[in-house]
């Protein structure tokens, strides 16, 4: 193994030997994010500390603002011990307001923005610390996993967790849509386990949908209606209809799957490495509608950002029934408000073209929470490839939510989130930037704005 794991895992060990040396008296407390890596995170904690009848409380943050780290200090019992998973390092200093008796652990893979060697009562366990690439080596719910195995072993048995943390983060980005650096071990766990699969397979988004909606999904230019779709699958020879009604992508034999997807790499609609994927299965999941990794993934995002973590760490930590049944109402309205903010911005003219990016002002058409997804579907739409997109929506009164994603095929190997840390710089704000090389966000004065938008489309023109 890479020495720089090592010493990572070794960082690993040792904040899970402190956690339980420390939580004999202190009440604990679970802090984590509202997406999928998040939601897992929080919830492979939960189960470790359940397993060894540790009693927690868990909260679950959109973001982590100074003014509310402030917050939080002021309300935590003295001698409390708090875990800050996949998120935490943006905001380190800020802790510095915290009784000294409350003992606090980062278990966190976004930049850092202070040093590595912090106060005494701050554990900081982070990937970037060891120079390991948080955006893709290893996710927030991988560093809790890891830690998770150090307090005991047969927490192994979550691996599966921290593969759809990585996921959800699309830390997927070697050959085939792989993950790769820690995220391998955490992959290997799981299958020696039996927790996952991992091969290459023609891969479709949620094979429980059926195929006309399954290629629609493919973003290909020649499927924009359900007509052409029809057309093609009859030339092909696959049936559209079965016993049941639609046929699903799940009930094409392998001769089928094959046909399809040789057809559509042979047409031009789809560059191979767009349709075979390392395909992640849960082997054990009951629920065919998340037993694909990446799905669950997604379906944890439509909770986190519909105001439901709850049903998402239900999800996780498998207390079920009731959380199935919501999930629904849940999932279809999501779609709704995605399907509408990317209309919006396509069919109503709203994506500006900069020389050196696009830029959606979503304010007051684009809700806060959406902002984020669309522009990710945005980004991932081969029209927009050739530039990073930016996009705001309001928050209250005097502040907007920045968002910039980009294209995983983008050439360029720039870091969206000095970009935005950089755009920052002039402006004279505390910056609260947070994120990835992939994918940023902050939060921004409203006034600043514009000037914001064409400091970023400098900064971009001059990398
Ligand atoms: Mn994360």
Not at 25 to 53: C, M, N, V, W, Y
Not at 236 to 252: A, C, D, H, N, Q
């Amino acid at each position: 193994m890479k020495e720089e794991y090592q010493q990572f895992l070794v960082a690993c060990k040792n904040a899970a030997a402190n956690l339980i040396k420390i939580n004999a008296t202190f009440p604990l407390f679970i802090f984590s994010h509202f997406d999928p890596d998040g939601l897992t995170a929080a919830s492979i904690l939960g189960l470790a500390f359940k397993r060894e009848k540790i009693p927690f409380q868990m909260k679950i943050f959109k973001r982590l603002e100074i003014k509310q780290v402030n917050l939080i200090g002021k309300s935590l019992p003295k001698n409390s011990l708090v875990i800050f998973c996949d998120l935490g390092s943006g905001v380190i200093d800020a802790f510095k307001t915290w009784h000294s008796s409350v003992r606090i652990f980062i278990l966190d893979h976004h930049s850092l923005v202070s040093k590595c060697d912090i106060a005494d009562n701050i554990h900081l366990i982070n990937p970037h610390c060891f120079s390991i690439d948080g955006s893709n080596m290893i996710s927030g719910s991988g560093v809790s996993y890891f830690v998770a195995n150090y307090l005991n072993p047969l927490n192994k048995n979550l691996a599966h967790l921290a593969i759809i943390g990585a996921l959800g983060d699309r830390q997927d980005q070697g050959e085939n849509s792989s993950l790769i650096g820690l995220n391998r071990n955490i992959v290997k766990d799981a299958i020696d386990n039996q927790l996952c699969t991992d091969f290459v397979s023609v891969w479709f988004y949620d094979r429980t949908r059926d195929l006309i909606t399954s290629l629609k999904r493919l973003n290909i230019e020649e499927f924009d209606n359900d007509i052409s779709v029809h057309h093609f699958l009859e030339e092909i020879s696959i049936p559209i209809s079965g016993k049941f009604g639609r046929r699903t992508v799940m009930e094409l034999n392998e001769e089928e799957k094959k046909k399809l997807a040789s057809e559509l790499i042979v047409r031009g609609y789809i560059a191979p490495e767009a349709l075979y994927k390392h395909d992640y299965q849960l082997v054990n999941e009951q629920e065919i509608q998340i037993q694909d990794a990446r799905v669950f993934a997604n379906r944890l995002n439509a909770c986190g950002r519909m105001n439901r973590p709850d049903i998402g760490i239900a999800l996780c930590m498998g207390d079920r029934n009731q959380a199935i049944v919501e999930l629904k109402p849940i999932l279809k309205e999501y779609s709704k408000r995605i399907g509408e903010g990317i209309r919006w911005t396509l069919h109503e003219g709203n994506l500006e073209e900069l020389s050196a990016l696009y830029f959606i002002d979503g304010r007051n058409k684009i809700e806060e929470n959406m902002i984020g997804p669309i522009t990710s579907i945005l980004a991932s739409m081969e029209e927009y490839k050739q530039k990073p997109i930016l996009s705001c929506a309001q928050i209250d009164e005097n502040r907007v939510k920045i968002s910039i994603r980009k294209s995983h095929h983008l050439e360029n190997e720039i870091e969206l989130d000095k970009i935005l840390r950089r755009g920052f710089d002039n402006l004279n704000l505390d910056s609260e930037v947070g994120g990835h090389s992939a994918a940023a966000g902050a939060i921004l004065i409203e006034k600043e704005l514009s000037t914001f938008k064409t400091r970023i489309n400098e900064i971009l023109l001059e990398s």
